[in-house]
């Protein structure tokens, strides 16, 4: 018998339809009588159409009362039986579809049937569709099959639930409010993708199936279905979002198929309508679900399944039969053959205590399991579980192996054949490729469980040294900063008030002054500014040396007190001491040092431009405007088509939190464009922690960038649109450190109605002179690991410190805009076949490998050991909506 990959290069080669459907027999007639489809399984072939419908010129999005719905239906009521309507060129956007019996659907390649998220067109006459109950299956699914014979869907083409993107009328996406019910253990109505009920002979063939709302697949009650080369893409992150599902059905076949998904990639279900039985899943690739599932309801009895020839990379578990008393029954005679598992946490998994708190009589029993030439490349866990010694679990195992040690829960389980290897005797090291598709992870989903790893909570407690951090947990949202807690000030800030230079003052720096000034007496007091409203045109720099302030303006709205300065990076250090020395004449000596160390520069650079300057630890911020007002009266534009003349753009910082930890601002606006925000770390290698909270940030390139930790929470992030590139935010995180930049809970809008082309992130390559990455076009180009950054054509060198610098940012639970590049948000830093190019790192495997590539030995040139495992998250998205 064809491994999956033989089958591959058989196909390339343009196999003929004979050979496949031998292959397919042969497989069947070598497997136990008892434990397949009963039915002769071939390749399906797509049938004639009966009508071609292109995309309409009217776009959902431009007008959500056109859609694609009707012509879709009508084509489908008017087509002949054993005739397929054919969508081509383009994408088509429909509420509900319901196949006929004898009718199908062809999509090309290239072409989209996208799920309208109206959640009306869906709702099942009782307004429920969108919202959370303890009910649920409140939403009619995408498309029905029912009570129909015959009927599928085919094509290279796509349907895609949209899942992901916010519902209408909603401020959340469908996957949001799934992950909202589960917070408030209730029930989700949303849609499922495909339903198929009642019904016989039903195909899936090519077809792409993506971000279902729920579940994208299910069978109630089928006689005869197939699965044949069908794509299943949907996020890890998205909550009930299972694969395929048979459910009382039989006679069934997946085969040559490819599941990545956010719940069972395959669930083998047995409820009150009857047995399942007669199932064959064969060579297929599985990739981030929960596995290769029976159950958890088995209650109408499982029979006769085999599984063969299956990958599984990267699933939370790998076999897996799980039931309880509540909806137990008997799961019999299951093969398992030829199966290899990668970073599976429990490659073996059976058990019938599914929910350790169920209550019935519905006792699971699991008997003539055969587990053969199964193994686990990596480590996992096998469970192996039955309920008692009269309900014992009863497996026949043959050259199963788990490399390294397995964690291993056997109880009422009569094993015969071979013991579990501890070390991997498979032939498994070419079964696992990547998913099919474009080139490269862009949208990398977290799992739940590495979700978790992003609380604030959990990021906001590690501080200091990269890879050796301190631990010491910080809650910002219990400080009364972030309570709304009423300060009794220790300094007034008021333009239109006698200043007595003690407590009240007219500028906010000779009220910082004071405050340093007074520290001394008591450095770890608090210290409390109020601002009045009005508008501060000052810089305003807080040293180190200070006791922790607290600056705030007065009321909750923090666009009526605003401090604004216009320095850019090309400013000379005689243009600052003109416009700022006299601020700083008689300022405290800490202050003045800050100063000092900017007035002398030719340039005084990015790092010069703040209108606030932060080094203070502790330092807190409410209710307040920190802007750099450059270029705020004209717009930031580039010009991007010559001439390119008198329309000059320069960094210009409106906040630099500089060394400080624990600085937090609640309800604060940061205006500016490119560099608003920067976030500096003591020294390289290390890390800070910064907090915002229900704060707004603008900008237009790279206006959130530093190489700190700081998590942004309940805020909103605003794209600047007149540049013609833009991105959100450039870390520069330490390789070693453990978070960088994390986005909770953020909504990322943009002025305009741009779609598209803008992005979310670009990772510092701090300092670079040259690109080990690509080549330039240069004769005799060259840029290798050395001790310094440098350059001198054709030839140059990148050090550590550049390498090391890779930029790490998550999103959660957040909506994204339509402004933000939905198959690229994260980007190289600059063009391949420019000096300073890198390509984005998603993960330290990729950090390792592109170093490989470069020519820069890990072990021999950066002294380490190996990578890590599993890798680190450098990008990563969870739980996020598209709008």
Known sequence: MRTYREHQRASAASASLASLAALLAATICAAPAQAQDARKVVEPVAPPSCAVLTASAVQASQAPSADDTARIQSAIELCPSGRAVRLSAGSFVAGPLKLRSGVSLLIDAGTVLQASTNPRLYDRDANTCGTIDQQGRGCKPFITIDNARSSGIYGEGSIDGQGGHVVDGGTESWWQLARRAQKEDARQNVPRLIEITNAQDITLHKITLRNSPNFHVTLNKVDGFTAWGVNI?????????????????????????????GDDNVAIKAGNSGPTENISILHNRFYSGHGMSIGSETNGSVRRVLVEDLSMDGTTSGLRIKSDVSRGGVVDGVSYRNICLRDVKAPIDISSRYNGKAEGRLIPAYSNIMLDDVHSVTPGSVIVQGYDEQHAVQAILRNVSIAGKAERKIEYARLSGDAIAGSDTSNCANRFAAFPGPAGNQRPQLTLEQAKQFSY???????????????????????????????????????????DGVRSFNTVQEAVNRAVLDSAAQPNKRLYLLLKPGVYRELVYIPASAAPITMYGEGKDAAATKITARLDASNSGAE????????????????????NSVKDRAQIGTFGTATVWAQNNGFQARNLTFENGYNKDTGNSRAEELPNINNVHHQALALQVDSADKAQFENVRLLGFQDTLYLKSPQIGSTVRSFFNKSYIEGDVDFIFGDTTAYFYQSEIRTLGDRGVSYVAAPDTHVKSKYGFVFDTVHFTHEGKRDGGFHLLRQWFHSSRCTPYAPLPLEGYSCTYGPVNGYQAPTGTVARVSLEAVGKMVVLNSRIGAHIDKQRPWMDWNK????????????????????????????????????????????????NADE
């Open 233 to 261: 893409d949907t996020p890890a992150s998205a909550r009930n979002t299972d694969g395929i599902d048979p459910i009382s059905s039989r006679n069934v076949t997946i085969a040559y198929s490819h599941i990545r998904t």
């Open 832 to 879: 391949p076949g420019t000096i300073s190019y890198r390509p984005a790192q998603y993960n330290s495997d990729d950090h390792w490998n592109n170093l490989l590539k470069a020519g820069i030995d890990p072990v021999k040139d950066l002294g380490y050991t190996k990578p890590p495992s599993p890798p680190d998250v450098f990008l990563g998205e969870f739980n």
């Open 576 to 595: 600052y001491t003109a416009r700022h020395g006299a601020q700083f004449a008689h300022a405290a000596p800490a202050v003045q040092a800050m100063y």
């Open 457 to 499: 909570s959990e990021v906001l407690k590690y501080v200091g040294k990269a890879g050796a951090e301190t631990v010491d947990p910080w809650d910002p949202l219990s400080d009364p900063l972030a309570k709304g807690a009423a300060f009794k000030p220790d300094y007034i800030v008021d333009q239109t008030a006698k200043a």
